[in-house]
């Protein structure tokens, strides 16, 4: 099974960016997504891109804020988080959907947001 390793994630101020890179051990030519998780609530959603890169889908909260991207030469995919905002913090995971199902899981990455 391929494993994903995410990184970039810091402590960063309102208003402030990150990018996070998520790096496969192999290539991985399947939808690959971000998720994040807060204490206390449950993983949820937050952007997902299609094999190609053509196609994207974003949370409501996160449109306009975050894009995402993938360069398979490299077996990554990125997030691009600009305007954040204190609720956007929480461990961000990526993962993969080879058979439209989410399995591969990372470890995550802690972004903080301070006011």
């Known amino acids: 099974q391929v494993q994903l390793v995410e990184s970039g994630g810091g402590l960063v101020q309102a208003g402030g960016s990150l990018r996070l890179p998520c790096t496969a051990s192999?290539?991985?030519?399947?939808?690959m997504g971000w998720f994040r998780q807060a204490p206390g609530k449950e993983r949820e959603f937050v952007a997902s891109i299609s094999w190609s890169g053509a196609n994207t889908y974003y949370a409501d909260s996160v449109k306009g804020r975050f894009t995402i991207s993938r360069d398979n030469a490299k077996n990554t995919v990125y997030l691009q988080m600009n305007s954040l905002k204190p609720e956007d913090t929480a461990v961000y995971y990526c993962?993969?959907?080879?058979?439209?199902?989410?399995?591969?899981w990372g470890q995550g990455t802690q972004v903080t947001v301070s006011s």
């Open positions: 993962s993969t959907a080879p058979n439209s199902i989410w399995s591969a």
């Open positions: 192999a290539r991985t030519l399947s939808m």
